[in-house]
């Protein structure tokens, strides 16, 4: 998908909202669980009815993984099952040296097809620039994450007082472009949105953390905005387990609207 196709599903649904698929067969209502494969009519039921409202979906890769060579198969169906004008995210968070990443683009962009995948920086260029070879495919780049740990490395300074988070937003910006390099920046971090925002200012960035995380959508858009919107926010599991009852699908899409009437507001607000 290209930057101009995301941004105009942005426009026409009012919305930039990414539903975050995170199945765990622990937390799945009870009745789907005497299905065949329970992962897939969860995640299919609640892209049915979300599918109004979200312009993405992010599969959490792990949660597949862990069920072995069906989760695999599982993973492939509702990655099919997404309507073709949705922006899809393998939250894999790969990164290796450059022939071994190349394998791993390869089998999420090609054997798969996926839009995007998330990847770890740490190991550096050769481990990110084999994933940004693939034409309309992006990587979302780990920048400033919304977890606690996250501290113990991305706010550290370097010797001239910059954190590590700003170095890579700035080094990662000579491989890949606003066209094919997104950034991964928590919602739980407020006002430093604003300045992840100033170091890359024509970038998307894909958020988690509002919602059960506690980040709140009105600063996000405050800070991270720009002219064409630049934002993914991603809900997880404020919108997929709202409910565990049979009901979980149609509350999964209200909570889904919520978010979109209250994105159609600040879209309204600040574009």
């Known amino acids: 998908m290209t930057r101009s196709e995301l941004f105009s599903q942005i426009q026409q649904k009012s919305s930039f909202l990414c539903v975050g698929l995170d199945p765990d067969l622990a937390k799945i209502p009870a009745h789907l669980k005497s299905e065949p494969d329970p992962i897939f009519s969860f995640c299919k039921q609640i892209i049915e009815e979300t ?28 990655l099919e099952c997404m309507p073709k004008d949705v922006f899809s995210i393998a939250d894999a968070k790969r990164g290796d040296i450059g022939n071994t990443s190349k ?15 998330t990847v770890a920086p740490y190991m550096g260029k050769d481990s990110v620039t084999p994933f940004l070879e693939f034409e309309n495919k992006w990587v979302i780049l780990l920048a400033l994450t919304s977890n606690a740990g996250s501290m113990d490395f991305q706010l550290i300074n370097d010797q001239n007082g910059k954190p590590l988070y700003q170095s890579v937003l700035e080094k990662s910006q000579e491989w890949g472009s606003p066209d094919n390099l997104m950034y991964v920046v928590g919602a739980t971090r407020g006002e430093l949105i604003g300045e992840v925002r100033k170091v890359a200012p024509e970038h998307f960035f894909l958020v988690p953390g509002v919602g059960a995380q506690g980040g709140s959508l009105s600063e996000v858009a405050k800070y991270g905005m720009n002219s064409t919107c630049g934002l993914l926010v991603n809900s997880s599991r404020g919108i997929i387990y709202a409910s565990s009852e049979r009901d979980f699908a149609k509350v999964a899409r209200q909570e889904a609207q919520k978010l979109q009437e209250e994105m159609k507001t600040l879209l ?3 574009l």
């Open 51 to 78: 599918a109004d409202f979200a312009v993405a979906y992010k599969p959490n890769i792990a949660f597949f993984e862990a069920l072995g060579p069906k989760g695999w198969e599982t993973l492939q169906k509702v």
């Open 103 to 117: 394998l791993y683009a390869r089998a999420f962009f090609e054997a798969m097809d996926f839009d995007s995948i």
């Open 268 to 270: 309204d607000t600040y």
